[in-house]
Structures are given as C-alpha cells and as structure tokens.
C-alpha cells in the first residue's frame, strides 16, 4: 500500500482516488430512487463511491467496470459484503461489449441504467461521448422504433466527476467561449447541469485542476429532427474555424444542400458561437 491504505495511482491511467466521503455521499444523494435501476460506476478503485452507492440507494444491481488489478482484493471484499447486489468486472470501460451479458439476462425487460462515476479525466469525454451516442439511439428506438444495441437498454441519467473545465463546456451558452460542438450534442439529448464543485483535496494525489459533479438526464419530449451524424458535422466544421461566417465555414456543405445555402445567405456574418442548439438543429434538418 502506498499511504493512509491507498494503493499508489497509476498515473497511466490518470488515477486520482476519490477520498473524502462527504463528496460521495452528497453526489449520490442527488440521484434519487434507483428501486429497479442498475447503476453503473465506472473506476470504482478504493471502493469509496461504491460503498456509498450500496449504503445510500436501493438498487439491488450494481455493476463496476475496473481496468486496474490491484484494486481486486478490496472489490472483492465489498462484493462478499454486499452480495448479490455488487458485480464488479475488470476490463476497459470504452468497450462497450460490456454490458453484452446483462442485456442478454434481461430478454424482453428493459435495462433501466444510471450511470454514477469518477471518471479519469483522461477518458472523461470519450465516455461523455458513448453515453451521449447511446442515448441518440434509445431516442431513435422509442420515436421510430429502430432497433439495435440499445433495444432494451434505457439510460436514465448519468451523474459523473469530471474536470470543471470540461463541464464548463458541456453547459455553456452561445457567445461563450465554451461554447462548442460538444454544448450543442449534450443540450440537444438532455438537460445538464453542474450539481456542485469539487476541490482537489477532496482527491489523492490532488489534481491541479477544479473537478465538479455533472448531470445528464435525457430529454423525452425532442423530436428527432435530424441525425447525430448530420448535426456534427454541422457543428465540428463550424466551431473548427470560429473566426469564420458559417456561410464560410460551410461552404462544401452548400452546393448539395439549396436550402441550407439559402437559409445561411440571410445572415452571412453569423459564426458558430453565436448560434443556438435549436438553430443548429434546423441547419443540419435542411
């Protein structure tokens, strides 16, 4: 052990080890009722999130997705403690093949999931990522019934630890400098919010950076009006070059899309960053 019982961090896998309680115990507060919700935790390392999920929810199925070794003796114990209702697998998180066994088990029943983490800041936007990708496709299976991965996989809300900065670009608002492709994708599937901020002592070793709580809940009442694909790369070419018009910006998109090209030439000095999600949205609809 390394100190204070704390295996030594794995700087390759950007570790910081959740150690004050408090933290854990408020950010799972905040979830609400998990009565027949799996709950997901991604990293649970020493176990401190994971003890609080067990004591404070009454989810009787927790899965934990963990790619360090070290921390099996410890998970181990946790699960004898809590058996039955803890599973922990070791693997990499961003294969997403690991929920493949527990939407098998459930057959016709709908896997209602909440996903409760401290992310390593490393991975934090690729997970942001899969789970946003995964809630467009539960979206597009309830609106139009296409079927898939996600046919009896339903996220009900992901509640993550997270460098601030990065939220600070999930939540932005347009005419910020935050504001981003990745503002638009997370607004667009879901409402977000910052639920609180947390300081560096709160881990070991301390980060050098403020971390906050993240939630995404997905929004049931959006019309699908146009494809993930579409809208980003609507939104990627037009943030990549922010000091340029969208009519710029666009350009190659123009010539095979009349409507769009006549819908840009009404306002010619408009830049991404001043754009709103609904405004994106209609775009990549033309």
Known sequence: MY???LSKPNKALAQHYLVDERIAHTMVKNVGDLYNVTVLEIGPGTGVLTRAILKLTNSQNVICIEKDEKHRAIL????EQYGG???VKYGDALDMTIFDSELKACKDRIAKVVVIANLPYNIGTILLMKWLDLIYQQ??????GKKGFVENLQIMGVTVMLQHELIERVLA???SKNYCWLSVLAQWLCEVDELFLVPPESFFPRPKIMSGVLSLIPRKEAPTICTKERLMAICTNGFAKRRKTLHNALAPFLQNSPQLSEYLSKQRNVRAEEVSVEEFLHMASL
């Open 139 to 144: 979206r597009l299976y309830a609106q139009h």
């Open 3 to 5: 100190m204070d019982g």
């Open 173 to 175: 608002k347009p005419k």
């Open 85 to 87: 209702r803890l599973t």
């Open 76 to 79: 181990a114990q946790l699960e």
